[in-house]
């Protein structure tokens, strides 16, 4: 039998989910730009591919290994934390060189993937005990 789930896994996983739902949803309809089966002309669908890809599915795979706290979970983890990161980074940069790094719809979201980020590494680094396999 499990002990009481701690409240930082509890907070992570809602969060992770959360993060993929609105990943997948956002970059469905290109984050308010069109939808992605008929996008305009002059939008990248680089990220949001790799939201729908890669982003979505990891990060609700994470909340749900960590709600179960099974080990995959925390490796799940360990994944998206460095695929925020990463993602984090190279949006920042990009809209750095555009001249357009002031705006908040980016620097909001992408600062809080990368506290997110840096926050599951350190809680699964700290919690990983507590998953079993």
């Known amino acids: 039998m499990h002990k ?3 409240t930082s ?3 992570l996983a809602v969060t992770f989910f959360l993060f993929g739902v609105l990943a997948f949803i956002g970059s469905f309809f ?3 730009q069109g939808m992605i089966l008929s996008f305009p002309e002059d939008i990248d669908l680089g990220l949001p591919a790799a939201d729908i890809l890669v982003n979505a599915p990891a990060s609700i795979l994470c909340a749900v290994g ?3 706290r ?3 979970g925390v490796y799940m983890l360990w994944f998206c934390a460095g695929f925020y990161l990463y993602a984090s980074v190279e ?3 990009h809209y750095a060189q555009l001249g ?4 908040m719809e980016i620097v909001l979201p992408q600062t809080a993937a990368v506290l997110v980020g840096a926050a599951g590494m350190i809680i699964g680094w700290k919690k990983r ?3 079993n396999n």
């Open 4 to 6: 009481q789930q701690p």
């Open 9 to 11: 896994l509890t907070v």
């Open 30 to 32: 290109l984050w308010g």
């Open 66 to 68: 960590l709600w179960q």
């Open 70 to 72: 099974r080990r995959w």
């Open 91 to 93: 949006i920042f940069a």
């Open 100 to 103: 357009e790094l002031y705006k």
């Open 129 to 131: 005990d507590l998953f």
